[in-house]
C-alpha cells in the first residue's frame, strides 16, 4: 500500500541554521512528490513537486528537495531558515492512477528560534 | 486569478447535529477533493469528483457522511448527525481535467476547522 512517512514530529532550529525534514515514501511505481506548507489557520501551499527529471527540485521561499529512488526518500532542505519559516510541512505523493490523489504524511512542525 | 473558496470557516456544533460545508473550486478545474485533517495528522482524502461524477469516495463514512457536486462547479459536503471524532479541518481542493493525462497540481483552499462538543 502507498504510504508516506515522515520521522520527525517536531523540529526546532535557530534562525540563520541550514534544515532539512525527512520524507519516505512507500509506492510501487515512479512516484509524484510533493511538499506542502501549511501555516496555522491556513490552507496548504505547494512548496515543490517532483514528477520526473533532475533529482534536484527548487522550489519557493528559498526550498530545495532531492528525490533519492534508492532510498525511497524526498527530503525537504533550506540553507538558512527564516523566522517566518515556522510553520506545518507535508509531504505527499500522488497517486496518479486512482484519480490523482495525495496521500499525506502525518507533518512535521517546524519552530524557529531567534 | 481566484482561489479555491471555503466556507464556512470555523464552524462549533453539539454532537449529533448536522453540518454542511460549501466549496467553491478555482473556474476551469474540473476535479475537486475533499480532504479531512485531525489535528496532529495529514490530510486525508474523503471523496474525489470528476466534474459531477464521484471518482473515488472509499475513504468517506457514508454512513454520516454525503457530498455532492451539482452542475460541475460548487460543492458540499454534509454531515448528519456528527461525532466526537469528526472535530476536523476540512480541505477543499481543485486541479484541472483529469482526462488529459499527466499529473495536475492541486490548489488547496483555506479549510473549514469544525468542532463537535
Known amino acids: 500500500a502507498q504510504s508516506v512517512t515522515q520521522p520527525d514530529i517536531h523540529i526546532t532550529v535557530s534562525e540563520g541554521a541550514s534544515l532539512e525534514l525527512r520524507c519516505n515514501y512507500s509506492?510501487?511505481?515512479?512516484?509524484?512528490l510533493f511538499w506542502y506548507v501549511q501555516s496555522p489557520g491556513q490552507g496548504l501551499q505547494l512548496l515543490l513537486k517532483?514528477?520526473?527529471?533532475?533529482?534536484l527540485v527548487q522550489g519557493i521561499k528559498g526550498f530545495e528537495a532531492e528525490f533519492k529512488r534508492s532510498q525511497s526518500s524526498f527530503n525537504l532542505r533550506k540553507p538558512s531558515v527564516h523566522w517566518s519559516d515556522a510553520a506545518e510541512y507535508f509531504c505527499?505523493?500522488?497517486?496518479?492512477?486512482?484519480?490523482?490523489?495525495?496521500?499525506f504524511g502525518q507533518g512535521t512542525e517546524l519552530s524557529v528560534k531567534p | 486569478e481566484a482561489g479555491v473558496a471555503q466556507s464556512p470557516r470555523y464552524k462549533i456544533i453539539e454532537k449529533r447535529q448536522s453540518v454542511a460545508f460549501w466549496c467553491n473550486p478555482i473556474?476551469?478545474?474540473?476535479?475537486l477533493y475533499w480532504y479531512q485533517q485531525i489535528l496532529g495528522q495529514g490530510p486525508k482524502l474523503l471523496i474525489q469528483?470528476?466534474?459531477?461524477?464521484?471518482?473515488?469516495d472509499s475513504q468517506l463514512p457514508k454512513d454520516r457522511f454525503s457530498a455532492e457536486r451539482l452542475k460541475g462547479v460548487d460543492s458540499t459536503l454534509k454531515i448528519q448527525p456528527a461525532k466526537l471524532e469528526d472535530s476536523a479541518v476540512y480541505l477543499c481542493?481543485?486541479?484541472?481535467?483529469?482526462?488529459?493525462?499527466?499529473?495536475?497540481?492541486?490548489?488547496f483552499g483555506p479549510g473549514t476547522r469544525l468542532t463537535v462538543l
Open positions: 481542493a481543485s486541479s484541472l481535467d483529469l482526462a488529459g493525462g499527466g499529473y495536475n497540481e492541486q490548489f
Open positions: 509506492y510501487g511505481a515512479t512516484p509524484y
Open positions: 517532483y514528477f520526473s527529471g533532475d533529482t
Open positions: 505527499a505523493v500522488g497517486i496518479y492512477n486512482q484519480g490523482g490523489k495525495l496521500i
Open positions: 473556474s476551469g478545474h474540473a476535479t
Open positions: 469528483f470528476q466534474n459531477n461524477g464521484v471518482v473515488d
